[in-house]
């Protein structure tokens, strides 16, 4: 009898209490169950021009996010300009430090000169995407609001979620967007393919949209800009600090 027991349970899963914490199979659901203040997630992407001759990189970032109880409230972006890329000679390196409604820049366009050892300028306002943010990727798919829109509006394929969204509606659900965009936007559209994990939250978004009305002073009519975003480490536990307060220049009050 006690073989034949064993026998049974051999081809029995017993759930541990690690294997009982199931993933939430709606992407929104699982992305809120790893907003939990002092986590967060780290991403990286890729800005391109595309032309008729090929494409062209232009700049790349690398940040990290932190999340509060109000969604993001830390960030760390870092920007990396593409040499050479004789598209527009606006995009410079820039690095962008926000903690909760204050963010500290670095370099980047308009870079303003401080006194000597004040590299960073405080900005009070919420600007985590810096200046470079107008020319790169605009959708921001760690926001629950605009993973919703992505999901409900896309055509699915297993983990695969494909289809459009307007700047006018990204506009309104994204503060990311917000910060990232020059202006309240109309209803072109911004083409996406969106990528989940296993755990059903975002690893890959790629995104495209014509140039026009969002290059800085060139552009050909069909020609596109191109965003590569890849998230990893969802769930880390991430703390990001202002600049050391003897390096920051607070500017005139």
Known sequence: MKQVVAVLLAGVSIATP???AVTPSDPVSALKSRMT???GVTFADVTSYVELSGRTRVMSRRGTL????????ASDVSV?????NGRSDVFVDEHVITVGKVSYRKGGLFAQRGPKGKPWVRIDKWLP???SGAFSQPVNATEPETLKALTS???RSGRTYTGNVTFRQLWKISPWARASLVRKENDELIHYTLTLGPDNLPRKLVTT??????WPGRGTAGDEIHNETAYKGWGGRYTITPPPASQVYAGKK
């Not at 509060?68 to 409230?73: F, H, L």
């Not at 949209?209 to 969002?214: K, M, S």
């Open 37 to 39: 203040a002092g986590k």
């Open 80 to 84: 990396k300009a593409a040499s050479g």
């Open 209 to 214: 949209y014509l140039t026009d009305g969002h």
């Open 66 to 73: 932190q999340y509060g109880k109000s969604g993001i409230t």
């Open 153 to 155: 509006a896309g055509k």
């Open 129 to 131: 995407v810096g200046l």
């Open 18 to 20: 690690v294997q009982a």
